[in-house]
């Protein structure tokens, strides 16, 4: 199995030289969060997902168990949870109100990427508890923030998101559930929600469900969907609240969670939001969701680099083209090949650009939240998160794929074997382009919601970023990157002005260009950073440093994807300009 070793110098990396973690923690009055206590955080969080969760990342696959309700985690799951929750990682960024640390979003993120990229299973159990949190904090009445909140952010309770149903999938306009008003105030919900992670497991005391369901006077379609907090068991006595676990799913992947179908058979519920609200404020779950599963597809990419390159240094065969590399030895190793480095540094790009995407979108994050930012500061936050969520988790996921397929790749026939851990990182990555709306479902809130919707005024925003950073660099090193960049920022508007025109006179056209006008953006937002990194690790050669071959190597790194993965959007862009005809020539019947 992989040996994971926590980056923890790529995050300081990133997180300071790159992204300015120092200013922007001053900016937004998170004094606390000074560079010794991140470092201590990154640190310490290191050492536990590599002692404690990495360990149990291969064993984990066995899968949990499931007996007339009753959900058993993998062992050792539940002993690691404990340790988590009394080593307080938990409660990191949270209120101090309800027992946080009230330490910064952008830093929680930091440290869900250690647990991420050491046993994602694992991960999502805690992970998905702070959306529920999240969900309560923003939504919820006094009342329930007293109720939840506490156990939420010490992570006694845990939580999920309850939407999807057998007959509905992504399009929630068609739930049945129903929620039955009480004299008391509260609510009776029956239904039946599948797909729901973490759903039923035995590490925590009771889990909070984040449940959508309809009122009696509902109406139809997604303006008549409310939301609702049904605890596993009563907050106040902890009984049994009718919430029963029919059954936990058979997957490809993500053996070591909970992957639940949960009945709810007159549970007791409380409504949190408006009535007929509840889709506009699942989306703060949602959205917080969004940005996790794309850490998957980066943390995959991290995890098979780390397994492919100590691989590939290791395993001879061959000899290199040019001549012997190791001469001494009966062959080369592996590393020496092209398309071994072609592989290895596929990998790497995604991982590295990839957590510097996810640490940029959280510190968004931390600015729309801060309560000195001014209205203005968070209109243009708002905007350019808006248009990065979905690039994000679509991109980073597709790529991470595909990272995660090149990492087994590398080992050869060794990577279809389970005993190497390179196949479960594939299987459990497949799941990461499905979950919290798949691919299209992006590439449509993308183009359709985000640009078109607004006709390309929140994208503006995120090219304004880009334009300025290329204005700022052009008189450095830099033209390698920053003229290409410049290129692709400047077209990427034109071509959005192109299909809009075509989605005038038919509406499928948005639909038939959405996937590749995505990846695209994924490809040029993901050039972006590369070119901060580049930046970056230019700027630290310049002021002088004992560890040059490192910054050096952030170069070389940078100019592979200019030259290597880049170029893909080009294909990108053809597609998506070629219109919708072809997609539509087959009748239904010709299929």
């Known amino acids: 199995m992989p040996d994971f070793r926590a980056p923890t110098k790529d995050i300081q990396f990133v997180l300071y030289d790159v992204l300015g973690a120092e200013q922007h923690y001053q900016r937004i009055g998170a004094e606390e969060a000074t560079r010794d206590l991140v470092e201590a955080v990154v640190n310490e969080g290191g050492k536990f997902a590599e002692e404690i969760l990495a360990p149990l990342y291969q064993s984990g696959d066995k899968g949990c168990e499931f007996n007339d309700g009753v959900v058993t985690t993998p062992a050792g799951f539940k002993e690691a949870y404990q340790q988590f929750v009394e080593g307080g990682w938990p409660a990191l960024a949270g209120d101090p109100e309800y027992g946080g640390q009230g330490l910064p979003e952008s830093l929680s993120v930091a440290l869900n990427e250690l647990v991420s990229t050491a046993n994602w299973s694992w991960g999502m159990y805690p992970g998905l508890s702070h959306g529920a949190k999240q969900t309560v904090s923003q939504y919820g009445t006094e009342e329930q923030k007293q109720t939840y ?225 001014s209205a203005e500061e968070k209109e243009e936050v708002d905007a350019i998160m808006s248009v990065l969520t979905p690039i994000a988790k679509a991109f980073l996921t597709e790529t991470g794929y595909e990272a995660a397929n090149l990492g087994l790749q590398v080992f050869g026939g060794h990577g279809y074997i389970a005993e190497w851990g390179m196949e479960q990182i594939v299987r459990d990555t497949r799941i990461s382009t499905l979950y919290e709306g798949t691919t299209g479902i992006q590439a449509l809130d993308l183009i359709g919601r985000k640009v078109l919707g607004d006709r390309g005024k929140q994208l503006r925003y995120w090219t304004r970023i880009i334009h300025r950073f290329c204005r700022d660099n052009e008189n450095r090193k830099m033209q390698e990157f920053i003229k290409p960049l410049r290129r692709y920022y400047k077209e990427w508007g034109g071509f959005t002005n192109k299909i809009g025109l075509k989605a005038m006179k038919n509406a499928d056209e948005v639909g038939a260009a959405a996937y590749d006008y995505l990846m695209y953006s994924g490809y040029v937002s993901m050039a972006y950073f590369w070119a901060t990194i580049a930046d970056a690790a230019y700027r630290k050669l310049e002021e002088g440093t004992d560890d040059a071959e490192y910054y050096q190597g952030k170069i070389k790194t940078a100019r592979f994807y200019f030259k290597k993965l880049l170029p893909r959007a080009k294909m990108h862009k053809e597609v998506m300009l070629s219109g919708g005809k072809t997609v539509f020539d087959l009748a239904e019947g010709e299929f």
């Open 149 to 373: 909140l506490g156990k939420l952010t010490s992570g006694e309770w845990t939580g999920t998101m309850c939407l999807t149903e057998p007959h509905c999938g992504t399009d929630l306009g068609l739930l049945k559930t129903r929620a039955e008003p009480q004299a008391d105030g509260s609510y009776r919900i029956n239904g039946t929600k599948i797909f729901i992670s973490a759903g039923e497991h035995d590490m925590a005391e009771n889990i909070v469900h984040i449940v959508l369901a309809r009122l009696p006077d509902a109406p139809a379609g997604t303006k008549g969907i409310s939301l609702f907090i049904v605890p596993k068991k009563s907050a106040d006595t902890l009984e049994h609240n009718n919430v029963n676990c029919g059954s936990i799913e058979h997957k490809m992947g993500i053996h070591g969670n909970a992957t639940a179908v949960l009945n709810f058979d007159d549970a007791q519920a409380f409504l949190i939001g408006p009535p007929n609200g509840g889709l506009r404020c699942m989306f703060t779950f949602m959205n917080f969701a969004r940005l996790g599963t794309a850490l998957q597809g980066m943390a995959a990419a991290e995890l098979s680099y780390q397994g492919s390159l100590a691989y590939a240094k290791d395993r001879l065969a061959m000899r290199a083209l040019s001549g012997p590399a190791a001469p001494e030895k009966p062959a080369d190793p592996i590393i020496v090949h092209p398309d071994v480095r072609r592989m290895l540094l596929s990998q790497r790009v995604v991982a590295e650009g990839g957590r510097a995407m996810i640490y940029y979108c959280a510190m968004l994050g931390d600015i729309l939240h801060a309560e000195n930012s």
